[in-house]
């Protein structure tokens, strides 16, 4: 099993940053790929970024240019450095740690509770 506890949100005014932080604890050895996820009202949920392992980063088009990801894997957190944000990336943020699949157990998926950013315009 793995916890993920994202903290770091907020209210920020438009054109103003926050970071995001992803702690994860538990059998954090299987994690391979994190990423960053967002659910705004009425809408489902979609994949901001993501890191493998590796260091090979995704990006959403809406976010690229603004958002940056990163990970230390020494202390298993993940993080999500957003400038320059917009009312339209308010949203609850949630954190996904991926683990592959081995002999004997099948792929997991974690996920956190999530952390509201509210962005004013």
């Known amino acids: 099993q793995v916890q993920l506890v994202e903290s770091g949100g907020g209210l920020v005014q438009a054109g103003g940053s926050l970071r995001l932080s992803c702690a994860a604890s538990?059998?954090?050895?299987?994690?391979?790929?994190m990423g960053w996820h967002r659910q705004a009202p009425g809408k489902e949920r979609e994949l901001v970024a993501a890191?493998?392992?590796?260091?090979?980063?995704y990006y959403a088009d809406s976010v690229k240019g603004r958002f940056t990801v990163s990970r230390d894997n020494p202390k298993n957190t993940l993080y999500l450095q957003m400038n320059s944000l917009k009312p339209e990336d308010t949203a609850v943020y949630y954190c996904?740690?991926?683990?592959?699949?081995?002999?004997?157990?099948?792929?997991?998926?974690?996920w956190g509770r999530g952390t509201l950013v509210t962005v004013s315009s």
């Open positions: 890191i493998t392992s590796g260091g090979f980063t």
């Open positions: 538990g059998d954090t050895i299987c994690i391979s790929a």
């Open positions: 996904n740690a991926a683990c592959p699949p081995v002999p004997g157990r099948d792929a997991m998926d974690y």
